[in-house]
């Protein structure tokens, strides 16, 4: 039995894994802090933990600093859908690079051990396939996902800075696209896109030819990962792929969920946004060898649980969380 309980601190903590990630902390015994501006999310993701006598709110942008005193921090903090990223750019930027300054700021000062939520964009369009944490990537600078994939990437130079520099104690893993319960049904990402279409009986709305390929790794198996890299071995910081190395096609993907929905909706074909990697899979040997973790839920699996979720909210509590109709 877990015996000390920490003071934890969780941006984004109301957001789709963050809220994931403050239900397990809670149930471990920790005191928790959910910390966030509500920019992407609804209260309905954490509304089952208001009350908990280990688990507080607080309504904050990371942008500006704050100082609480508290013993870990993951910074799950930042807009993470293409549509939701790429609405407001600039904020998103701020969001990424001025929100990992004054949070390693935070863990500096009171010496938490700090997290960061990077991800596969680091690899842009890669070149190398699958991607190992070695490679570099290859990024456009000036495109429209580059507020997202850039302002990931300096915030890793700034944790690994404040790491050599400040000797500040930091994680950096790196996120392959993840699903399941809680995520925002109006989020524009490809498995809430058509699950909500299928069960809606809309159009699925393939971008492109739907050859491009991604990896979906099950909700619960990353927060396993997550919770496994901030207690894994001290010397380990990273950066580290988390994701399901199985790797689908937007087609493939498509019609499992037609399959599993026994949905009537057809299949359209839509433009492909600009600079939308045609290619990611990670390798997570590092992960394996460092940490114990790999998935263990497989893609058909974790659908049939996403699309269970998905069948039973009402729609119409939902709004679009960055305009739109
Ligand atoms: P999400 O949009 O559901 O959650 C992000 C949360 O951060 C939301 O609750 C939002 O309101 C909050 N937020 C945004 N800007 C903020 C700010 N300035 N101050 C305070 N709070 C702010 O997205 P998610 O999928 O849960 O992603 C969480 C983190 O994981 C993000 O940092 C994202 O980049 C990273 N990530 C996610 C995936 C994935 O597939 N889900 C992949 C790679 C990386
Ligand atoms: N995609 C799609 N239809 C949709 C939404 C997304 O075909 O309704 C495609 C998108 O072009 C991309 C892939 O699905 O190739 C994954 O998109 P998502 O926005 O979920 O994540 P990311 O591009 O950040 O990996």
Known sequence: ????????????????????????????????????????????????????????????????????????????????SPPHYQYNPVKTMKTSVVGAINILGLAKRVRAKVLQASTSEVYGEPQEHPQTEAYWGNVNPIGIRSCYDEGKRAAETLFFDYYRQNKVNVRVIRIFNTYGPRMHPYDGRVVSNFIVQALGGKDITIYGDGSQTRSFCYVDDLINGIMGMMNGPDDFVGPVNLG??????????????????????????????ADDPSQRRPNIELAKSKLNWEPKVSLRDGLKKTIEYFASIDLRNYRKPTGGK
């Not at 920490?6 to 959910?34: M, N, P």
């Not at 026994?262 to 074909?269: D, P, R």
């Open 244 to 273: 399901n190395p199985g790797e689908f096609t937007m087609l493939e993907l498509a019609q499992l969920v037609l399959e599993l929905t026994n949905s009537k909706s057809k299949i359209v074909h839509l433009p492909r946004p």
């Open 1 to 80: 039995m877990q015996t000390s309980f920490k003071r934890i601190l969780v941006t984004g903590g109301a957001g789709f894994l963050g809220s994931h990630l403050c239900d397990r902390l809670v149930e471990q015994g920790h005191d928790v802090v959910c910390l966030d501006n509500f920019y992407t999310s609804q209260k309905s993701n954490i509304a089952h933990l208001l009350g908990k006598s280990n688990f507080e709110l607080v309504r904050h942008d990371v942008v500006h600093p704050i100082f609480l005193e508290v013993d870990e921090i993951y910074n799950m903090a930042c807009p993470a």
